[in-house]
């Protein structure tokens, strides 16, 4: 018997998710069953298929077909460096938001637990799939699966018309982007029949049908991935869904997106893409950054600021992706593979810290019944655990070293500060101010994290039931301890998983970084040589840890029993219980403010008229009421034309088959 290839391997976990689903799906009543057993189960399968991943990377591509489609149309299936740069992502991801959701479902969700598990491990395989498929027919099939499967996951809890109405959203969202995908794959196809991504490959397409199978794609993923304007479903839908879901979605599925734009644009397209589809996809992101962080930072709701700040990092990938061609087109492959290396990176970054936060709402969620930042605080006593871990994540995804989303922040503002090299004057004045935005864009980020940690962990608690908070279980723990492992990892050995990743960055241009990396050892980061720019993340660590250790001991021996405690100064006013600590509304006061007419505001401010004075803001989205809310019109109006046309009369129906026929006979006539 031979032995198993990577790709064999692959299909196993397809297959064993697929299982576990139906194994749950056996038992639907059996909780303890189902949580302490099969999802633990998943999550060994996603170890196993980051372990084949991470082993896999370097090496050549693998094919299978399998005769499971239509007669003609069977699954071509194919396993390089960039599925498995996105398949480590998935399976290590995976791995840790399983194990917490061993100790996270429970009885009363909605959704019968053998039916959840079946729908998460669906959702699971179907994301491989996605990332397997090597032709657009098995593509759309996966691609379709994982909509579905995540749609009937986001309506767990089905029986409240809110997220019933968020999952509706979301599966309109993602067929208009599927539909935009499929005509991008044709397009491709130059009209041969042939649907393989090895026939796109040998198409030469003109500019035109290749710009426009370009921006097809770039809307159809990008619906996907939350992109501006087509971005509305993700702040609903995430925090509909369970906090697990949510964190697979936003930490994985999203990802997923990406991987389809990448493959798009860099593979399937051919070597040489256009100037400005680089500007374009800049431009889109650049947009798309900001708008998802400011409406952060003005959020109420703990889990919407999370998926705001989802888009924010979707934004900031698109914009990597975009430089990465803009570099491409004028032919400077050095700088391309820096600005791909810090995509691929921000991705396993994104994937790590976002889902870390997700699952730490999770735990919030569960021991105070809470959403609304408004009515929490103080909770870094009862929930250590979760407070600790979630300023991991907290820390990722402010950019701050030593964790893993400096790192690739760090790499996509290097490939800025390399763009003047670039033979276009206008390019080389535009690029600078794109640079201005993302620092921008880092540094409401860390606005928006610091709301986040503060206003949940810090301070008092604001509502007298909080003190029975209690901590995360000990399956969620092992999860979340997981999640926050591999932020530290990526921040602290930049160059190694730089010369993992590499593979891919090889793949779609040609060249890479790891070469030039090696000459200056494994410690030190220095994409392009180290006078110009290097970071020694170990150094950075141990300096940091040793200032902490050498500050915490000085206080401990010089000034231990000295410390006089007293009341903070509250300004002369003696209350000093939770209701004076600032709220979420006002921490964010300022950035509504300077960013007004960004925001579509409904406030209310007490006045001596109120008989109960209160105050409150509603901050909405504008693509909402210009662009969907009107369409949403358009369409019901002429659903109200066509509705009556059936006027239930079957002379009415007969006159209409009767003029038809009439005009065609006048139009097809020789």
């Known amino acids: 018997m031979p032995p198993l290839l990577p790709i064999d391997l692959l299909l196993i976990a397809v297959a064993a998710w ?48 399998l005769a499971i489609g239509l007669p003609d149309l069977p699954f071509h299936l194919r396993l390089d460096n960039l599925t498995a740069v996105f398949a480590l992502l998935l399976g290590f991801a995976s791995a ?35 990332l397997m498929a090597d032709d657009a027919y098995a593509f759309m099939v996966a691609w379709e699966s994982m909509a579905l499967s995540s749609f009937f996951l986001v309506t767990t809890d089905h029986k409240h018309a809110e997220i019933r109405s968020a999952g509706y959203l979301y599966l309109l969202i993602a067929h208009v982007g599927a539909i935009a995908i499929l005509l991008s794959f044709g397009v491709m196809t130059s009209g041969t029949g042939d649907y393989s991504f090895a026939n796109m490959r040998e ?49 994985v599925m999203l990802k997923t997106a990406i991987y389809g734009l990448m493959r798009v644009s860099f593979d399937l397209l051919g070597s040489q893409p256009l100037w400005w589809w680089g500007v374009v996809a800049m431009a889109v992101g650049l947009v798309t950054a900001l708008f998802g962080v400011l409406y952060s930072t003005v959020q109420s709701d703990m889990k919407r600021l999370l998926a705001y700040s989802s888009i924010e990092n979707i934004g900031l990938l698109a914009v990597g992706i975009g430089l990465a061609l803009l570099f491409r087109s004028y032919k400077m492959p050095v700088l391309a593979a820096l600005a791909l290396t810090a995509v691929l990176y921000h991705c396993l970054a994104h994937a790590g810290f976002k889902s870390l936060l997700f699952l730490c709402t999770g735990s919030v969620l569960h021991a105070t019944k809470e959403r609304s930042l408004g009515k929490l605080g103080g909770l870094i006593h009862p ?6 871990l979630a300023l991991v994540g907290v820390i990722a995804s ?31 004045m535009v690029v600078p101010v794109s640079a201005a935005v993302v620092a921008l ?16 962990f810090l301070g008092q608690a604001r509502e007298e039931a909080l003190k029975d908070a209690h901590d995360a279980g000990p399956w969620e723990r092992v999860g979340l301890v997981w999640l926050a492992g591999l932020s530290l990892a990526l921040g602290v050995l930049p160059s190694t998983i730089i010369s993992l990743i590499d593979a891919a960055t090889r793949q779609l241009l040609g060249t890479g970084l790891a070469d030039r990396m090696k000459e200056n050892g494994w410690w030190m980061l220095a994409p392009i040589s180290p006078e110009r720019a290097s970071y020694q993340p170990l150094i950075f660590l141990a300096v940091i840890t040793a200032s902490l250790l050498l500050g915490r001991q000085l206080v401990r021996r010089l000034y ?34 300077i960013f007004e007419t960004l925001f579509r505001m409904q406030s209310h401010i007490p006045t001596i008229r109120d008989e109960r004075p209160y105050y409150s803001v509603k901050v909405e989205d504008h693509f909402w009421h210009w662009l969907y809310l009107p369409l949403a019109r358009l369409v019901t109006a002429f659903s109200h034309l066509v509705a009556r046309l059936q006027g239930g009369r079957i002379a009415i129906y007969l006159l209409y088959s009767f003029v038809t026929l009439i005009f065609l006979l006048l139009v097809a006539r020789p």
Not at 383 to 388: E, H, K, R
Not at 441 to 456: Q, S, Y
Not at 569 to 588: H, I, K, L, M, N
């Open 398 to 428: 402010t950019g701050l070293p030593p964790l893993s989303g400096f790192v690739s922040e760090w790499l996509l503002l290097q490939a800025f500060l390399f763009s003047p090299g670039l033979p276009h004057s206008w390019l080389n």
């Open 18 to 65: 697929l299982l576990i689903g139906l194994a749950g799906l056996a038992a639907p009543g059996n909780l303890r069953y189902i949580s302490k057993r099969l999802f633990p189960l998943g999550a060994l399968v996603g170890l196993a298929l980051g372990a084949t991943a991470l082993n896999f990377l370097g090496s050549g591509p693998q094919v299978a077909v």
């Open 203 to 251: 198409q030469h397409l003109s500019p035109f049908w290749a710009s426009s199978a370009y921006l097809l794609a770039l809307l159809g993923f990008g619906a996907k991935a939350g992109l501006v304007p087509v971005h509305v479903w993700l702040p609903e839908a995430h925090p509909a869904a369970p906090s697990p879901v949510s964190a697979l979605m936003s930490g």
């Open 96 to 130: 840790g938001i399983s194990v917490y959701a061993a100790g996270y479902f429970r009885k009363g969700q909605g959704t019968a637990p053998g039916l959840l598990c079946l729908e998460y491990h669906f959702f699971l395989a179907s994301m491989l799939m996605v």
């Open 383 to 388: 929930m250590p655990w979760v407070a600790w």
């Open 560 to 593: 231990h029993g000295r410390v006089r405690r007293s009341p903070a100064w509250d300004c002369g006013y003696v209350f000093q219980g939770p209701r004076a600590q600032d709220t979420a509304e006002g921490f964010s006061q300022p950035i509504r403010r």
């Open 441 to 456: 864009v880092a540094a409401l980020a860390g606005f928006a994290m610091v709301k986040f940690f503060g206003i949940i």
